[in-house]
């Protein structure tokens, strides 16, 4: 019986005995079993019998009371008396092994999902974009609840004043454009702030201030190296940046590594509720900078081409600029505006350069200043820069000044004029042989000092190399939009030959018969003609005039040469040197000029003919055609004429439009018309438009309801002079606004920079893998 008793008993009890309990494993066994015991009588008292059910009770109670009193001997049978009968009468309610294991993992995998959630949570860098400060690769913990806690799986952010978002942190978040992926990158502005990017310049302007912070960078000598650490990058430089205090090292490709990346340049301004970012990879981001969502958005430029406005103005060269604005993120809004290249002969800038000239440097200069109109005095260099008030100045009279003397030291004369139009000034470098002539716009020349200044720029530069043609002798100014025309002598346009005596003396003027013609020369037959006129006779006023021969002809002598100049409407100018050994009088000249005339109309029309001007039997026996003079450079004249134009807002017309306005397209087109004074209806451009006359032009507002959409358009006074070209824009826009394929765009680009306050994950706090950075911090 005995044998049998020992065999009854419960193995869990032998197990007991075998193996007695310490205080801390009954205290834990009773506090289990007691709730255990409470929660089955509380939910399933009735299934149990009452006998049962009344020495659950007294034996909890048992338990309950030796663990108050702390008698850890007798607590242990008492919890395995209860647990036997909790065991015996309601192993129903018992919960199963696997049903404790499966909740001990709920229990476990929701405390790892709450810590991951909103304490700290692991990422693995996927790119570059953050290098140098993070690698591709690179094991980080995220600090999730240093902004707030964000309940899971959306996007609300609980106890916010946790800690605030600052300037420089590296934070997590959920790409706004697929918030399926996870980025990571530095807070740049912050909402209210606007960022100002111009290549390797980033700027700030907080909120509230009214001026923009350039960050403040320098440049450090280490070199860049790749992801793995060990291969030097080359063309890349870093640099410490410094925003709100803080110091972070961001990366720039240099030299030709920059080839085919996009320079990035404009301003942004950070809505309410978001953030732009940036990586500090700057050149190899994909970043606020970069981003854009693919919509359907409106093409105001569809309405209104250039095309478009060369038809319907005077005007031909435009360009379009689409103003940065946050209105522009709506992609059924859009606002473009065209300025004209307007063009402005106060801009204007010319230069003529004539190099060791056939007639001689002082006959050309005679002639230039001869042909200058409007007041004109001789001056030197120094007198005008002396004379000046601008180098009156402390900061003028230094190198700035001495400079522009040292240029005019090689002027041998100078003369300015003055017109309506602008300044002229010709020089004479007789040193050179050459001569200079430079005519400046009223607008770019206000005063003869600068017309000198740029004169003085132009000899500075001809003084270095002399074989330099005009256009890189004169430039405009940077700020400025020219249109060049640049003409030289071909040696097309000039013909030269002479005959000598036979067995006379060919330094000698009276042995030598020459002709020198110019078919159509740039600088004007006049000058031509006056300038030859010069070369033959000391006082041009002693010429006397050939009727005989021409409108146009004139006549110069001396001991040793009977001169003819003649100047024909076609454009042919020839100077004739006729020796006294041939002719002896004048009339022998003009007789040999009557021949010489009779070609001129051959040598208009074909080049070839200019040779053809004078032949050796017009000369006579015993003349020898000399040999002929080697070729004259090409530039022996030549011209640069920058003509000057203006982009202003005087010249231009913007165009603004809304696809499907919620108001409505006649409450929207109203409520635009009553920003203008003076609004008044107009339904010659579409029914329920309206038009108004602005200060600074006209005004136009108008629906189109089949597409859908308001547009309004303003042209400045200078493109449309009139209220009918105005409306002629705008009827042409009407027009084109009836097929939304013109100016709807189903897939296009927009910019898409700012990140969400709520999909903010939280800060990149430390490294932990590699091993070799671990736990360094991330700043």
Known sequence: ?????????????????????????????????????????????????????????????????LREAKEWGPLEGATEELDELLHTHASFARKSALRE?????????????????????????????MMPTLRAG???????????????FTNTVVGESLGEIERGDVMVFRYPIDEREDFIKRVMGLEGDTIAVDGDKVSIKRAGEDEFEVLERNKLAESCYDETGERVVPNCALYEETLDGRVHVVRYMTGDARLGVQRRK???????????????????????????????????????????????????????????????????????????????????LELEVWRQPALGSAAIYGGAVAALGGEREE???????????????????????????????????????????????VVHLAEADAVLRMRCGAAACRQKVDVVERLGRVLDAFGHNREQDARQLLEGDRALRYSQHWTSRSPERFFERSYTRTKGDPESRADTVRIRVWRQPDEGEGLVRDAAIRALIADPSEAAASPDLGSDAWLTSDDEVAGVVYADPSGVVFVLECGRRRCVADSDA??????????????????????????????????????????????????????GTTRSSDYSAAVWTWLRPAQGLAAATAELAAAYEGAEPDDTVADGGFYALTTTGHAL?????????VIQVECRSGLCESREEAASIARRMAEKALDSSNFVDPSAERPSPFVPRGNVKGRADRIWLPFRRFWLPIR
């Open 1 to 65: 019986m005995a044998d049998e008793q020992e065999q009854d008993q419960d193995p869990a009890k032998e197990r007991s005995a075998e193996r007695p309990r310490n205080q801390r494993q009954v205290r834990a066994a009773a506090a289990i079993l007691s709730k255990e015991a409470r929660r089955i009588l509380k939910k399933h008292a009735s299934r149990i019998a009452k006998a049962p059910a009344e020495a659950i009770h007294s034996s909890l109670a048992e338990v309950e009371r």
């Open 101 to 129: 294991t499966f909740e001990n993992i709920t229990v476990a995998v929701l405390v790892a999902l709450g810590l991951r959630s909103c304490v700290y949570e692991p990422f693995k860098i996927p790119s570059g974009s």
């Open 138 to 152: 690179d094991h980080i913990f995220v600090n999730k609840f240093v902004y707030g806690i964000q309940i899971p």
């Open 266 to 348: 404009g301003e942004w301004t950070v809505p309410e509720g978001h953030l732009l970012v940036m990586g500090d990879n700057r050149n190899q981001s994909h970043d606020s900078l970069a981003w854009t969502r693919t919509v359907e958005a409106v093409n105001a430029d569809g309405l209104l081409t250039i095309k478009d406005l060369r038809d319907l103005t005077s005007e031909r060269l435009f360009s379009l600029v689409r103003p940065e604005s946050s209105l522009l993120e709506d992609p059924s809004y859009d606002h473009v505006v065209y300025k004209a290249d307007h063009r402005s002969p106060s801009l204007d």
């Open 379 to 425: 001056r030197t260099f120094a007198d005008v820069v002396e004379r000046s008030k601008r180098y009156h100045k402390e900061k003028n009279k230094g190198e700035r000044r001495e400079r522009l003397l040292r240029a005019g030291e090689s002027v041998t004369a100078m003369t300015l004029a003055k017109d309506d139009l602008g300044l002229t000034a």
């Open 590 to 643: 003009l007789t040999l000029a009557k021949s010489i005339i009779d070609r001129v109309p051959e040598a208009a029309r074909d080049r070839r003919a200019l040779s053809e001007m004078i032949v050796g039997s017009d000369v006579g026996d015993g003349w020898d055609e000399s040999e002929p003079a080697p070729p004259r450079s090409r530039y022996e004249y030549d011209r640069i004429r920058l003509e």
């Open 701 to 709: 507002v108008f629906g189109v309801p089949k597409t859908d959409v």
